[in-house]
């Protein structure tokens, strides 16, 4: 038994961006929330966005408080401008961080306390949401983290060296907008990053003990189109067709995420960009995939289904577990980021069994979802074959 909802109305293809102005946006003045990077102002995607608001009489507010793992501290300064500025909707431009940061600022901006109250795991009160949250937009400008199509935002607590995903059904954005366009401005190591972390969720959610019909079906189409278009995106980033064709299969990875259930393989990553907040989640993903993977297929896990991953990804004629991993190794070796290393992002050795165990701690559902229990000794050795 499962259950599908998914809330949220979805606007996608080339140039949405400027049709905004024809949509009906759920307020009258949106706190529009932004990286505190470059992007979306060099590449001029603010101020077409400000365009659009002003031509549909919505004003704004602009929070551009948000690095590359939401911290909780940035959550709750972006949540205090929402009130002070009396916004009555949320609008994330950007990728994860400012998307899966506007969920939480929304929630933030109408209840009372500190996030940390809200949040039902580690250190975390676990009090009931008193409040419904203000309305969410979000308008990706990335293909990767899906967070367009889910109702949580992974934070960071650096206090406490937690990150945790913060959540509730009310959380769904009301409106997302996907334009391939704002992706293509993405730099070809970043797209990688990007469209792995969307192949992991597509995986994950297609090898999970909670899989499903519907998340199944999203999982295997978005991985075919990752196969086809990933490596193009990387290669030119201009190619608008692959550009569409990965801003599908990443909105297809937000859906198997509010559908089915992940693995603990983000449990491992999140933990490491817990405590080594400059490693971009994608990346974290790429440094433990191959030994992870290569854990469940020779303990013997689910053989069909990781021959139907090799398949979707365009190894046609596979026919045993270990050509998924034959394929995803010709993957990351043609999108460049096949040597990268857990010490270029300061990560050591000797931490590897703490964080082993921290992960464990830290996001402990997901490892129900994996095809065989993992022990603490097979995470610290999947850690250990993975680093270098």
């Known amino acids: 038994m499962f259950s599908f909802c998914i809330p949220t109305e979805f606007v996608f293809g080339v140039n949405a961006l400027k049709h905004?102005?024809?949509?009906?946006?759920?307020?009258?003045?949106?706190?529009?929330?932004i990286t505190n990077g470059k992007s979306v102002r060099v590449n001029g995607y603010l101020a077409e966005l400000e365009h659009q608001l002003t031509q549909s009489g919505i004003s704004f507010s602009v929070f551009d408080g948000i690095g590359p793992n939401p911290t909780k501290d940035s959550i709750m300064a972006g949540a205090a401008q929402a009130k002070k500025e009396a916004c009555d909707f949320?609008?994330?431009?950007?990728?994860?961080?400012?998307?899966?940061?506007?969920?939480?600022?929304?929630?933030?901006?109408?209840?009372?306390?500190?996030?940390?109250?809200?949040?039902?795991?580690?250190?975390?009160?676990?009090?009931?949401?008193?409040?419904?949250?203000?309305?969410?937009?979000?308008?990706?400008t990335t293909a990767g983290t899906g967070s367009e199509a889910d109702n949580s935002g992974m934070v960071n607590n650096?206090?406490?060296?937690?990150?945790?995903?913060?959540?509730?059904?009310?959380?769904?954005?009301?409106?997302?907008?996907?334009?391939p366009v704002l992706m293509t401005s993405v730099p070809p190591l970043q797209t990688a990053f990007q469209g792995l972390d969307t192949f992991y969720h597509l995986a994950e959610g297609y090898l999970s003990k909670k899989a499903n019909l519907f998340n199944e079906m999203f999982s295997i189409t978005g991985i075919e189109n990752v196969g086809k278009y990933l490596v193009r995106s990387v290669k030119d980033g201009?190619?608008?067709?692959?550009?569409?064709?990965?801003?599908?299969?990443?909105?297809?990875?937000?859906?198997?995420?509010?559908?089915?259930?992940?693995?603990?393989?983000?449990?491992?990553?999140?933990?490491?960009?817990?405590?080594?907040?400059?490693?971009?989640?994608?990346?974290?993903l790429i440094l433990i995939c191959r030994a992870y993977f290569a854990h469940f297929i020779h303990k013997g896990?689910?053989?069909?289904?990781?021959?139907?991953?090799?398949?979707?990804?365009?190894?046609?004629?596979?026919?045993?577990?270990?050509?998924?991993l034959e394929v995803l190794e010709k993957l990351l070796q043609n999108c460049g980021v096949a040597d990268i290393k857990m010490s270029?992002?300061?990560?050591?050795?000797?931490?590897?069994?703490?964080?082993?165990?921290?992960?464990?701690?830290?996001?402990?559902?997901?490892f129900e979802n994996d095809p065989s229990l993992l022990t603490p000794e097979d995470c610290i050795q999947i850690y250990q074959a993975s680093y270098s």
């Open 158 to 179: 650096i206090e406490t060296n937690e990150k945790y995903g913060i959540g509730h059904p009310s959380m769904f954005p009301t409106l997302s907008i996907v334009d």
């Open 344 to 366: 270029d992002y300061g990560i050591t050795y000797e931490e590897l069994e703490h964080l082993a165990v921290e992960a464990r701690k830290v996001m402990a559902p997901l």
């Open 301 to 324: 896990c689910c053989p069909d289904r990781f021959i139907r991953l090799a398949i979707a990804l365009g190894e046609k004629d596979a026919s045993k577990p270990e050509d998924f």
């Open 90 to 140: 949320v609008l994330a431009l950007g990728g994860g961080s400012p998307m899966d940061s506007a969920k939480v600022i929304a929630l933030m901006a109408t209840n009372p306390g500190d996030l940390w109250d809200y949040c039902i795991r580690g250190t975390g009160k676990g009090m009931p949401i008193q409040h419904k949250p203000l309305p969410i937009v979000c308008i990706t």
């Open 238 to 284: 201009k190619d608008l067709e692959a550009r569409e064709h990965m801003a599908f299969a990443n909105t297809l990875g937000g859906l198997v995420m509010s559908t089915g259930k992940l693995l603990s393989q983000h449990s491992l990553e999140h933990i490491l960009s817990a405590y080594h907040p400059n490693l971009p989640h994608g990346a974290g």
């Open 20 to 33: 905004v102005h024809e949509l009906k946006l759920p307020g009258s003045k949106a706190l529009i929330v």
